[in-house]
């Protein structure tokens, strides 16, 4: 069958089910986002296991959001989670989320072997029509598309969001010279009617964010380790000189020290026209820290203790 989307002049959004594969903290974000906006939602992870947790991801962050929305009114607040979370149907099985999916956005591990077994999978059940994303912050988006039609590649982008999704309000939608412009601006329309703003660029790596922002990273680290300022000074100043929300090492804890060296790593060393660019060298703090086990929040000590 063909999915449907339902046309309005300029708005054009799918209408389809959003189906999300892959419950870690950004799929759980993006799943909740588009269910808070009224679309229905089937998250799909390994096991029942996963997805408990990519709930629990989820609820926390309603929570917040619904005491903002509601500040006065707890039964509100209830009203509000619970709504939201009675869109998102939990699932194991890809191939059967999929089935009436208007958009799949993928946001599994960062291994393009994984990623392009995935899709052409999804590529089989999936209908015709339906726009197939994925949320890959580092690897090509016409690699992940190889084992696809050429059909299927004329829908095929990256929609890549950012954390925490429920707060952050760009998402960049990456267009191969494969995609049609039709299904760019199916997921223009699609990222706008869930309260995002898009920017669109071409696949090209780190795209627009993580182009700037990794350089500017593993700038701040070079810093430390030729002992110019203490982490702590480096953040205030980034903050205060540059109005940066968090500075780099607090946002290097935040996002993961392994995903920034895995990021870094990966262009200096396989390619896409990066291979041996010195502004994605290794950094040997970096690499001690990930080497120790020291990941950043998530493990309760990065460059700073937690
Ligand atoms: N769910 C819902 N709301 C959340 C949230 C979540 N998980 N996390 C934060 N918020 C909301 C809070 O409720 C609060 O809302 P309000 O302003 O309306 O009251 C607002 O965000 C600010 O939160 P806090 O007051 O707790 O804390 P901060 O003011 O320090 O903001 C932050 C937290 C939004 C994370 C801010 O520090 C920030 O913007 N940091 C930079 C984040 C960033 O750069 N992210 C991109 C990382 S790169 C990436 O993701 C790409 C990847 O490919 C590597």
């Known amino acids: 069958q063909r999915a449907a989307f339902s046309s309005s002049g300029a708005a054009r959004a799918v209408s389809g089910r959003i189906a999300v594969i892959g419950g870690g903290q950004m799929g759980s974000g993006i799943a909740q986002v588009a269910a808070t906006h009224k679309h229905d939602v089937t998250l799909v992870d390994v096991s029942q296991e996963a997805l408990e947790r990519g709930r629990g991801y989820m609820a926390k962050s309603l929570k917040r959001v619904a005491k903002k929305q509601f500040p006065e009114d707890a ?20 191939a059967a989320a999929v089935g009436d999916a208007g958009l799949v956005i993928e946001a599994v591990v960062e291994n393009i072997k994984v990623k392009q077994e995935l899709f052409a999978g999804l590529a089989a059940a999936a209908p015709e029509g339906a726009i197939l994303a994925s949320n890959t912050s580092s690897l090509p988006i016409a690699r992940i598309a190889e084992p696809l039609s050429a059909e299927r590649k004329r829908r095929f982008l990256g929609l890549h969001f950012f954390n925490p ?3 952050m309000k760009l998402v960049e939608v990456v267009r191969t010279d494969a995609a049609d412009q039709q299904a760019v601006d199916d997921a223009v329309a699609f990222v706008k009617g869930i309260g995002k703003v898009p920017a669109v660029c071409k696949d090209t790596p780190g795209f ?5 922002l990794l350089p500017y990273m593993m700038e701040a680290i070079r810093l430390l380790e030729r002992d ?17 929300p968090m500075g780099p090492f607090q946002l290097c804890d935040y996002v993961g020290l392994d995903t920034i060296k895995f990021i870094v790593d990966g262009w200096h060393k396989e390619g896409q026209g990066l291979v041996g660019d010195k502004l994605f060298a290794p950094s040997a703090k970096l690499d001690e820290l990930v080497a120790k086990g020291h990941l950043g929040v998530k493990t309760g ?6």
């Open 75 to 94: 039964q509100a607040q209830g009203r509000f989670v619970d709504e939201v979370l009675g869109r998102v149907s939990l699932s194991t099985s890809p």
């Open 165 to 167: 999704v429920p707060q």
């Open 208 to 212: 627009i964010v993580n182009r700037l």
């Open 228 to 244: 110019v300022a203490s982490a702590q000074d480096i953040d205030t100043a980034m903050k205060l000189g540059a109005g940066y």
């Open 301 to 306: 000590k990065g460059f700073y203790e937690y």
